[in-house]
């Protein structure tokens, strides 16, 4: 896109402002707001400044000025807007050096990228998240002193079937039956299709729109493949569009791995192939799977470096309440086939080589998409470089395994603690032409034990029923 398409952009659509959005090291969308009339073609050229110290994980107050750098072909429509706005999506600059600052997520992606076409092996590396996520009627929390408490509704959930909602109509969902119901078990089609309505109008392809297994308002949209960084962007409006849909519709929507206990809780299954010249480098039908030796290898890495992207890709506490057996969550560090109780599926609904990739199901939507996009294609490229041959594959339902055989294979980290301590012990792989530098890798530490740390000291719900009377 160049500036004279954008002013038509404009023009057509009677755009009044313009949001300048930015990622913080966590993941969260930020937003500065100008007139139209400031957008000129000397925006993109110098940028618009801000406080790099109030965005977490950015400056600190000393050299807090930076430079927003907006990407024209970022530029959007916002659908769903009463007022005529314009969305453009930013890097990050440093006005004193008036190079692309390092420790902007999206800036880390493209090096990322970059880093991958110097190594000859691809040019592109497309991704394509299936991501999940719960919508609920009420929802209300707090934590002080004394009080710490969650309480979450949907007017579907099992748990409602005998409330008196004037009048009851049944038809709730069990647990664990929510995949794909129709109405009127399954209440929320007409908001899924208004999301993916306003996907659409962003230039996101959705591929498929479903509710989810568990009982409460659970649903996806699947969204077609795009390179890393395009896809981190639209990873960005898709958690945006779903939850100010929901907003304007009357419910809260949430991208928690495990808002509610004994159900099945929300996943992110990162399916990703490499290109070059416009071929795709991941097929070979006379392998396991279809898939080619690089594939394989690919798949190495990601399983070697497993345990340290997990801290980028399930990167809350809460991940790994849901990572735990009985609930379709991938615990096992094995690939396989369509199985989907191993940690990576090679999908096989699809049998061209364009359609030949694989599935990475460990991570869940509460990642920064840039920098767990990067740390799995980073992963996969030191497999290529290293040849690094994956464990035997697993065709059987490893539930179902003896005891003695499911103990031997290797699982992912049961906690942040552990995923945190292998990315301190495992992270040469992603500062590989500094596309992460050693301080980024330990600042990142620094937030998420943090967070670790403030969750130790506050008793839960849970203890009291444990431990009160002890």
Request: aromatic share 10%.
């Amino acid at each position: 896109m160049n500036f004279n398409e954008i002013k038509k952009l404009v023009d057509d659509n009677d755009v009044r402002r313009v949001d300048l959005r930015v990622t913080d090291m966590p993941g969260r969308w930020h937003q500065f707001t100008i007139p139209v009339e400031r957008l000129t073609e000397k925006l993109f050229e110098e940028g618009q400044g801000f406080d790099g110290s109030s965005l977490r994980g950015f400056q600190e107050i000393h050299e807090s000025d930076m430079l927003l750098i907006p990407d024209m072909d970022s530029a959007r429509v916002e659908p769903i807007s009463d007022v005529g706005t314009l969305v453009i999506t930013c890097s990050v600059k440093d006005p004193i050096s008036g190079e692309a600052y390092g420790r902007d997520p999206r800036t880390i992606a493209t090096k990322a990228e970059e880093y991958m076409k110097s190594t000859g092996i691809a040019d592109t590396a497309n991704f394509g998240p299936e991501m999940e996520f719960f919508l609920f009627d009420d929802v209300r929390f707090e934590q002080s002193q004394q009080t710490a408490f969650y309480y979450v509704d949907s007017i579907e959930a099992h748990w409602n079937s005998g409330r008196d909602e004037a009048p009851n109509l049944g038809y709730k969902i069990p647990g664990k039956e929510g995949y794909a119901p129709v109405a009127p078990f399954d209440t929320l089609r007409d908001v899924r299709w208004e999301m993916h309505e306003a996907l659409h109008a962003v230039g996101i392809a959705t591929e498929v729109s479903h509710h989810e297994v568990a009982t409460a308002g659970q649903g996806e949209i699947a969204m077609k493949y795009a390179p890393l960084v395009e896809k981190g962007d639209q990873f960005q409006w898709y958690k945006y569009i779903v939850r100010n849909v929901a907003r304007d519709n009357g419910m809260a929507a949430t991208f928690m791995p495990k808002p509610i206990f004994g159900d099945n809780g929300t996943g992110m299954h990162v399916h990703q192939s490499l290109w070059k010249d416009g071929n795709p480098l991941f097929f070979d039908q006379s392998n396991y799977g279809g898939l080619s030796e690089l594939a394989r290898h690919y798949v190495g890495g990601l399983l070697k470096h497993a345990p340290a992207v997990l801290a980028f890709a399930a990167p809350s506490t809460n991940s790994y309440k849901r990572l735990v057996p009985g609930f379709e969550a991938p615990i096992n560090l094995v690939y396989s086939a369509r199985n989907r109780s191993a940690v990576i599926r090679i999908s096989t609904y699809e049998t061209s080589a364009a359609s030949k990739r694989i599935e990475f199901r460990a991570p869940d939507p509460t990642c920064n998409p840039y920098l767990a996009f990067s740390a799995m294609l980073l992963a996969g490229l030191d497999g290529i470089k290293n040849k690094i041959e994956p464990p035997e594959p697993i065709d059987k339902n490893i539930y179902d395994l003896p005891e003695e055989e499911a103990a031997k294979l290797a699982k992912v980290p049961g906690s942040l603690d552990e995923s945190l301590a292998a990315l301190e012990s495992d992270h040469s792989f992603l500062t590989t032409n500094e596309v992460f530098t050693e301080k980024y890798i330990q600042d990142y530490l620094d937030l998420k034990n943090g967070e670790i740390k403030e969750l130790s000291m506050r008793p839960t719900p849970y203890e009291y029923e444990l431990y009160f009377d002890a």
